[in-house]
């Protein structure tokens, strides 16, 4: 995708989950080229059958890996910026330490966290769908440790069933 960044306004994101559905606003005037990269995965279909793969109860969920088989398209270098990770922010994963290793991962916070604020890239903001994230995070299969591989996976599909790009024409 390569709309010049004062485009990006014109565009929200609705992601259909088997929760209900979460709306987001996008934040191109901090990170043109994490919205970018999100509206292009998006708007090809890359994250329709996708799972949240990480729900953490007081802190996020995590979703929007490639498929079995499969693998995102590119890297997005760091965009860090001002905007606090609160309930709400959508924010951009990345590998271990490596600040340009944000790909497709993505997560939607449910709460505070003000130890990502500048270390994460913030791109966006739910408008609505705070019961379906509520929903999601629930699921978290707390049997297991946070520190294992299986702690906070869903014990049942949280799915992204379709990411739907909506053109707003810049009304907000």
Do not use: C
């Amino acid at each position: 995708m390569s709309l010049p960044e004062a485009q990006l306004v014109d565009y929200q994101v609705a992601l259909q989950t088997n929760r209900g559905l979460i709306w987001l606003d996008l934040w191109p005037d901090v990170a043109p080229n994490h919205v970018r990269n999100f509206l292009d995965l998006s708007y090809t279909g890359f994250y329709d059958g996708t799972k949240f793969h990480r729900v953490i109860p007081g802190f996020m969920i995590q979703g929007g890996g490639a498929r079995a088989g499969e693998q995102a398209p590119r890297k997005v270098r760091a965009e860090f910026n001002t905007k606090r990770h609160v309930r709400g922010v959508l924010s951009m994963a990345r590998l271990g330490t490596d600040d340009n290793s944000a790909t497709s991962e993505f997560f939607v916070m449910h709460a505070e966290n003000a130890q990502l604020d500048g270390n994460y890239t913030a791109f966006g903001i739910m408008l609505s769908g705070g019961e379906a994230v509520d929903a999601i995070v629930k699921t978290g299969d707390s049997r297991f440790s946070p520190k294992t591989s299986k702690g906070y996976t869903p014990t049942t599909p949280q799915v992204i069933k379709r990411a739907v790009v909506v053109k707003t024409h810049g009304k907000r």
